[in-house]
């Protein structure tokens, strides 16, 4: 049985390590659970080890999760969002944070405005062109940020990222650092309802690396939970 609260407490202590060397204090960074196939009974776990951020990457796992575990805690959605998907997600979620396309962007906005609420939400940076991922190019994420000035039910409060998939963390720091730069050359983008603070970046390999490079929010999946199941 994996010790979720010992793993939990681990995690808390290397991120505060690795904020003191980014220069900021270990509650400058929050951390995820990336709960994906993960069982109801661990994400319980994880609540008693103190975490209040889970992100789920499917929509019917999300709700049952949400329905057994409550909503004491913030659910992010951090898979590639389906269009067919956008309604449930607008009322399930409490951030989506794979907003990656116009399209996308006045979807939600038209669910959220339906429910007279606001939808919070990140850009998902597709940061090496990849094409198997989902994320916008970083090219089209100022005419992204230009659309969504006008549509007052989405909040964004910053970019996520998911880079190339790597054996060494360090492969992962130039796209980190790329992220927190595009963030930088963002910021006179920012309109009523965006604001760049967040920087969702980093999962169990390469969250120090992340938080070195300036991440606010690390998504970690296996590394607090274990190995996932099917
Ligand atoms: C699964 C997942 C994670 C967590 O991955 P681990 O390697 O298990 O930490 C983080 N972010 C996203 C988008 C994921 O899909």
Not at 20 to 45: D, N, T, W, Y
Request: charged share 25%; net charge positive; proline share 3%.
């Amino acid at each position: 049985m994996v010790d979720i609260a010992a793993n939990c407490r681990m995690i808390f202590d290397r991120i505060g390590a690795a904020a003191a060397r980014s220069g900021r204090e270990a509650g400058a960074v929050k951390l995820l659970a990336a709960s994906k196939s993960q069982s109801i009974e661990k994400v319980r776990a994880a609540m008693a080890a103190g975490i209040r951020l889970f992100g789920e990457n499917y929509v019917q796992e999300a709700l049952a999760k949400k329905a057994a575990a409550g909503s004491a805690v913030e659910w992010h959605m951090i898979g590639h969002l389906q269009r067919n998907k956008v309604k449930i997600a607008a009322e399930l979620f409490d951030v989506i944070e794979s907003l990656d396309s116009v399209e996308l962007a006045r979807a939600l906005n038209r669910e959220a405005a339906a429910r007279s609420r606001t939808v919070r939400a990140l850009v998902e940076v597709n940061l090496a062109g990849e094409s198997s991922k989902s994320g916008i190019d970083k090219d089209r994420v100022p005419p992204l940020l230009d659309a969504i000035a006008s549509l007052p039910h989405l909040k964004i409060e910053g970019l996520m990222a998911v880079p190339p998939l790597s054996d060494d963390p360090e492969k992962a720091r130039p796209y980190f650092r790329m992220l927190a730069e595009l963030n930088r050359n963002l910021k006179r983008r920012e309109a009523a309802n965006i604001h760049l603070k967040e920087l969702s970046m980093g999962m169990s390999q390469d969250y120090e690396v992340a938080i070195e490079e300036g991440a606010t929010l690390v998504r970690v999946g296996t590394a607090l939970f274990g190995p996932r199941g099917k």
